[in-house]
């Protein structure tokens, strides 16, 4: 019996052992985002509702845009648009001028020199093939001449808060002064985005231009291999929409993309990307590829998560010249973050930013403060708190903090201060002639006049 005990302990023992050594995953383990890697020389990935950036690299490097700067151009002719200066079905005549000192081996949609076609086609055959000389033609539709319209440009940059552009012409031909950043192409395009005109045409995969007085139909294919395979095949992405390609020698291949997967849109920008020619011959324009692989790394390890809710309260405020001491502070609204699927919300870090105290009377909903949502140093958003009940004043105590509030004012003591200097001048005063009056002993009574003996 006993050497039965002792197997059956034994054998309890392993099976403790080998249970305890088998790794337990944990229910809220979560694998960590990846480094995408984009082979390029900057890049960013923007989410478009709440310009949160997912991804980025050298996003503020100075680097040549190529093509990419008709986005600028075709934001500049859409609000001389909004403006009525012009006119989508305004019809424009191409100049001398406008098409003189292009490179002849440019893109180009054969536009030629007394031309006419309306701004709309004008910006189709910008968009969509990329064409320099409908750039010269809408800058001097739009600012008289190519050199304003570059003024415009530069301060319109200026405006969106762009720290690393500096334009030299509407087209994006090579020029060692003509420079901008992932991070400031995102914020001109967000711009451009504004009108629904700018993305109903960067999404055209093909096509027509009327036949004008000098050109008969053009049919327009996109340089834009995401949305077509028309160009090259393996590029094509459901997803995408938009935007603009750019290529020079000295940038390398460029793209301003978007790409929508259910109510997520998210804005990439791709520079100085590289064409790499494999063992097999086969060519691989990675301005095309890294985005494609950006937009999928971008919508499979992100998610909208709520945050805050208008229930959450997240402190007491304490309340003076009232019977009730505090009152409780709320998120204005619920908040959503679009954020890394490693991060949950209870991880991020909130700092509230509230006075000391606040004077009553308090209104329901009235901002008394704020929090910031933070994770790893990297700022997420920054929320008003607002009062979650009214505060009623106390007369009585408000009375006193008025008094208070009267004699604590500049003036008020600088008046009571000279009061007080004049009392003690007109004591001394009194005291000082009293003393000369009285330092002989007190005055004889004068004579009221001579009083004779009567007859």
């Not at 415009?152 to 808060?161: D, P, R």
């Not at 009108?195 to 139909?217: H, K």
């Not at 001394?428 to 005055?443: E, S």
Request: glycine share 6%; hydrophobic share 45%.
């Amino acid at each position: 019996m006993k050497i039965k005990r002792f197997f059956a302990a034994f054998l309890m023992l392993l099976t403790v052992v080998s249970l305890s050594a088998v790794p337990v995953a944990a229910d809220d383990a979560v694998t960590p985002v990846p480094d995408p890697n984009i082979q390029a020389k900057a890049a960013v990935l923007i989410d478009a509702e709440t310009g949160t950036m997912l991804y980025g690299k050298n996003e503020h490097n100075e680097l040549y845009p190529a093509s990419l700067t008709k986005i600028m151009t075709a934001l500049l002719t859409l609000e001389a648009v909004d403006q009525g200066k012009l006119s989508l079905d305004q019809e424009i005549t191409a100049s001398a001028s406008a098409l003189n000192g292009l490179a002849a081996d440019g893109s180009s949609a054969g536009i030629k020199v007394g031309e006419t076609m309306t701004v709309e086609n004008y910006l189709k055959c910008m968009l969509i093939v990329s064409a320099n000389e409908a750039c010269d033609v809408l800058a001097e539709a739009v600012s008289g001449s190519v050199s304003a319209f570059v003024d415009a440009m530069n301060a319109k940059a200026k405006e969106l808060g762009c720290q690393n552009t500096h334009f030299v012409n509407p087209n994006g031909l090579h020029d060692s002064q003509h420079y901008t950043s992932a991070w400031d192409l995102y914020l001109i395009t967000a711009e451009a985005l504004k009108y629904p005109e700018f993305m109903s045409i960067c999404d055209m995969g093909v096509a027509e231009i009327p036949a004008s007085n000098l050109s008969e139909t053009r049919r327009l294919h996109t340089t834009n291999y995401l949305l077509s395979n028309w160009r090259a095949n393996g590029y094509l992405y459901s997803d995408a929409h938009g935007i603009k390609t750019g290529s020079t020698s000295e940038a390398g291949h460029c793209l301003v993309s978007s790409a929508t997967k259910g109510s997520r849109t998210l804005i990439s920008v791709v520079l100085g990307a590289e064409r790499i020619v494999g063992a097999d011959g086969v060519a691989d324009v990675q301005s095309f590829s890294e985005t494609k692989r950006l937009f999928l790394w971008g919508f499979e390890n992100f998610s909208t998560q709520t945050v805050l809710s208008e229930l959450d309260m997240l402190a007491d405020v304490p309340v003076t010249l009232s019977k009730i001491d505090s009152v409780a502070v709320h998120p204005a609204s619920a908040v959503d973050l679009i954020l890394p699927n490693d991060v949950k919300p209870e991880e991020l870090e909130q700092k509230l930013v509230l006075p000391e105290n606040v004077k009553a009377p308090v209104t329901a909903g009235q901002e008394l403060g704020s929090v910031e949502l933070s994770h790893n140093g990297k700022v997420y958003v920054s929320v008003p708190l607002v009062a979650l009940n009214s505060v009623e004043a106390s007369k009585l105590l408000t009375f006193w903090d008025n008094v208070q509030q009267f004699f604590s004012r500049t003036i008020v003591k600088v008046v009571l201060v000279l009061l007080g200097v004049l009392i003690v001048i007109g004591v001394v005063w009194k005291l000082t002639l009293g003393r000369r009056r009285y330092r002989y002993g007190k005055p004889a009574r004068r004579s009221r006049g001579y009083r004779g003996r009567r007859r």
